[in-house]
T-cell receptor, first 113, second 112 residues
Framework: DGGITQSPKYLFRKEGQNVTLSCEQN?????MYWYRQDPGQGLRLIYY???????QKGDIAEGYSVSREKKESFPLTVTSAQKNPTAFYLC????????????FGDGTRLSIL | GQQVMQIPQYQHVQEGEDFTTYCNSS?????IQWYKQRPGGHPVFLIQ?????EVKKQKRLTFQFGEAKKNSSLHITATQTTDVGTYFC????????????FGQGTTLQVKP
């Protein structure tokens, strides 16, 4: 989706290292989300944010951290505490409230070195 | 916690055959959304159903939302090779958070 940019496309992490995945949107959406996708599985919610300077844990938040200092940006840090970080990470955004469709970025594929 | 189960996990069809995927939720949903993810791509929003018993059509695709707002289906008539991908349902909770609970997805392969 042209309105959401994730970078980098591929990322490699060494043992004990924290890495940060970038997500920027120019859709003027209030809400942003981070999902993890493992092969053959659905999307699992890591963190979400409905407004600037506020965010909530999703179903699998352990080993991850986020910030929401600007409306356009919602970076995700995969910490060394996340022991199995290899996955496809997807960022999404939507208008505020329930019943809103989500728009996804192209994703970042994270692997362990 | 709230779960959305989706079946089947995989489906292989001959081009021209029909295809259906089903979703079931453990709780009543405020809405159900359907997404399509092409191989190597990201999920793309297809449609949203909000009303009990709602049926919507997009060309060869028919989407249904159950009367109890706990289940949904996507039916594709006369599949084409362009239909290849993984189809996800995603249920919205009754809280005003915008959170979606995704099903595991159904991966469709179409043999020409």
């Amino acid at each position: 989706d042209g309105g959401i940019t994730q970078s980098p496309k591929y990322l490699f992490r060494k043992e004990g290292q924290n890495v940060t995945l970038s997500c920027e949107q120019n859709l003027n959406h209030d809400a942003m989300y981070w999902y993890r996708q493992d092969p053959g599985q659905g999307l699992r919610l890591i963190y979400y944010s409905q407004i600037v300077n506020d965010f909530q844990k999703g179903d699998i938040a352990e080993g991850y951290s986020v910030s929401r200092e600007k409306k356009e940006s919602f970076p995700l840090t995969v910490t060394s505490a996340q022991k199995n970080p290899t996955a496809f990470y997807l960022c999404a955004s939507s208008s505020y409230g329930s019943n809103q469709p989500q728009h996804f970025g192209d994703g970042t594929r994270l692997s362990i070195l | 916690g709230q779960q959305v189960m989706q079946i089947p996990q995989y489906q292989h069809v001959q081009e021209g055959e029909d295809f259906t995927t089903y979703c079931n939720s453990s709780t009543t949903l405020s809405n159900i959304q359907w997404y399509k993810q092409r191989p190597g791509g990201h999920p793309v929003f297809l449609i949203q159903l909000v009303k009990s018993g709602e049926v919507k059509k997009q060309k060869r695709l028919t989407f249904q939302f159950g009367e109890a707002k706990k289940n949904s289906s996507l039916h594709i008539t006369a599949t084409q090779t362009t239909d290849v991908g993984t189809y996800f349902c995603a249920g919205g909770s009754s809280s005003n958070t915008g959170k979606l609970i995704f099903g595991q997805g159904t991966t469709l392969q179409v043999k020409p």
